[in-house]
């Protein structure tokens, strides 16, 4: 029997337990943990996350600020506003939401957020950390990847790990993670020879290469563990659209052990990881050990 990962329970338990820990430091420190999310532009997909981290952040107890920006902001106002938020003291974490508009160096814009503050994991700095062990601040989506593999498959030490897609966001900083628990890690991509049987080496296939279904059903080592990060909106024969992962989840599902579906898996684990980001960024700012959540 195949086992289906539901994400969206297991980020709710998550955020559940994220809010009781803040309500937590609220008691014995004093203090609210502040996250500022900063979007630029009208792109209705990224409003659309903007909106829900807000609430994910309100629900748990933590202090929301929301920075909704012209997309015809110059760079170094936004810079300047960056700088604000660095400085000031309520706010623990800081995440821009990208894309940025064409004119910003989104780059320049990562790198000018304070790594203590940084819930996204993009600077440099926390790159760094990750990838030498040192206490970072890691990107939410592969941390949440990272919860879900753990809850299927608690001995990740000696796997053979595939990643497909190669991005800052995802591939990478998933493949340090793996790498850290000991799994044997390919990344593979678009460009990559030989994907399907690269892929069929894999006891965890990590799909993330945001192309729709790309991933066959026979691309899938039996028994493997499957997380499927792409969120692709893809026409339906009615006019209407429908979301799909990266992998064809009804041909995959019955030889995988287990597989995240598409809506309701890894999506649900961004935002969950993001608001543990800002408790944990609050607690280390003001030295104080943070919960194993
Ligand atoms: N846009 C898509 N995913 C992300 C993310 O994880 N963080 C930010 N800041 N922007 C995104």
């Not at 949440?144 to 796997?159: A, D, F, N, T, W």
Request: charged share 20%; aromatic share 2%; glycine share 10%.
């Amino acid at each position: 029997m195949t086992t289906i990962i539901d994400g969206k329970a297991i980020a709710q338990a998550l955020r559940a337990r994220v809010g009781e820990a803040v309500a937590e430091i609220g008691r014995a420190h004093g203090i609210q943990p502040g996250l500022a999310v900063v979007l630029v532009g009208e792109d209705p997909a990224s409003a659309v996350y903007v909106r829900n981290k807000g609430k994910a952040t309100v629900e748990a107890g933590l202090q929301s600020f929301e920075h909704k920006l012209d997309a015809s902001i110059a760079q170094a106002d936004l810079l300047a506003l960056i700088d604000r938020l660095n400085r000031d003291d309520a706010v623990d974490g800081i995440l821009v939401q990208l894309p940025l508009p064409a004119h910003i160096d989104a780059e320049r814009v990562l790198q000018a957020i304070d790594p203590a503050k940084d819930v996204d994991g993009f600077h440099p700095v926390n790159v760094g950390r990750l990838w030498t062990g040192a206490p970072a601040l890691a990107p939410c989506t592969p941390t949440g990847c990272m919860r879900m593999i753990r809850g299927v498959l608690p001995k990740i030490s000696g796997r053979e790990a595939v990643i497909v897609g190669r991005s800052n966001i995802v591939g990478k900083p998933m493949a340090a993670m793996l790498l850290a628990e000991s799994a044997t890690v390919t990344i593979a991509h678009s460009r990559t020879q030989d994907l399907q049987q690269r892929c069929l080496n894999a006891d965890i296939l990590v799909a993330a290469v945001g192309r729709p279904e790309m991933i066959r059903g026979d691309w899938v080592k039996p028994g493997a563990i499957v997380i499927d990060v792409g969120i692709n909106r893809v026409p339906r024969g009615d006019g209407k659209s429908r979301l799909v992962g990266d992998v064809a989840y009804d041909e995959a599902a019955p030889r995988a052990r287990a597989i995240t579906p598409v809506p309701g898996g890894v999506g649900p684990m961004t935002i969950a990881c993001l608001i543990e980001n800002a408790l944990v960024a609050a607690c280390r700012r003001r030295g104080i050990q943070p919960p194993t959540l």
